[in-house]
């Protein structure tokens, strides 16, 4: 069984899909989660954070280069504002707890980002955590 953060992995990946073109990807989504063994609950978890994250592209996007000191988003690399887009969105409209989504972010920018990646996104989402939720 797909843990939650595999099922993060895989969002940050199907959100670099839709930002490369594929705008169909909530389509294409099940299918692609269920083809890396992503089912059930954690399908469903995937599947609720993409769709949030595509629904709120841009005001996600303006949170993020809101927070970002001395750096310009457009100079982040595309996996970085997928990472920082997947946990404001968690950071904003979910219940998980700040340190688990920030440690998640982390994770996946150590794999996925830039030398620097983890340390942008630790002091991004730290910032945005600090505003309060949405919900």
Not at 1 to 17: D, F, H, K, N, P
Not at 21 to 34: D, F, R, V
Not at 121 to 135: E, Y
């Amino acid at each position: 069984m797909a843990t939650r953060t595999q099922a993060r992995e895989a969002v940050v990946g199907l959100l670099y899909a839709y930002e490369c073109g594929n705008t169909a990807i909530m389509q294409s989504a099940p299918h692609i989660l269920q083809d890396r063994k992503i089912k059930n609950k954690q399908q469903d978890f995937a599947l609720g954070l993409l769709g949030g994250v595509l629904e709120r592209f841009e005001a996600l996007s303006g949170e993020v280069a809101k927070h970002l000191k001395e750096w310009d988003f457009d100079r982040l690399g595309q996996m970085e504002k997928n990472i920082l887009r997947l946990g404001a969105y968690e950071m904003l409209y979910t219940q998980t707890d700040a340190p688990i989504i920030i440690n998640e972010a982390i994770e996946l920018a150590k794999i996925y980002g830039e030398d620097n990646a983890p340390k942008l996104v630790n002091a991004v989402l730290d910032a945005i955590s600090k505003q309060g939720r949405q919900i």
